[in-house]
């Protein structure tokens, strides 16, 4: 059974750090790219970042871009969403998935999903 699931989230004032973590269970980690998502109440799951099977190739919506990294350490079978200078604008829910092998920027396109870990920036 796959597994993927979401740490580090929590309450950051405007202008601070989180580093979110995404740690799969069950799958072959690096035949897998990985996504961040994220989603506000009444609202779709926008895309955030993605990341190539390899860790090669990196993608990232326009408005994280310069402030959000996504990386991962197939070693460790864990993804990574640096987040720096947040904005209270940031503040949603955000899903780690994996799609195999491609990236897309397409919540629909992703194979697994994991259960979501809340960030919420004070302004």
């Known amino acids: 059974q796959v597994q993927l699931v979401e740490s580090g989230g929590g309450l950051v004032q405007a202008g601070g750090s989180l580093r979110l973590s995404c740690s799969a269970r069950?799958?072959?980690?690096?035949?897998?790219?990985m996504g961040w998502f994220r989603q506000t109440p009444g609202k779709e799951r926008d895309f955030v970042a993605a990341?190539?099977?390899?860790?090669?190739?990196?993608y990232y919506a326009d408005s994280v871009k310069g402030r959000f990294t996504i990386s991962r350490d197939n070693a460790k079978n864990t993804a990574y969403l640096q987040m720096n200078s947040l904005k209270p604008e940031d503040t949603a829910v955000y899903y780690c998935a994996a799609r195999y092998y491609s990236t897309s920027y397409h919540d629909v396109d992703y194979d697994h999903w994991g259960q979501g870990t809340q960030v919420t920036v004070s302004s």
């Open positions: 990341i190539s099977w390899s860790g090669g190739s990196t």
């Open positions: 069950g799958l072959t980690f690096s035949n897998y790219a």
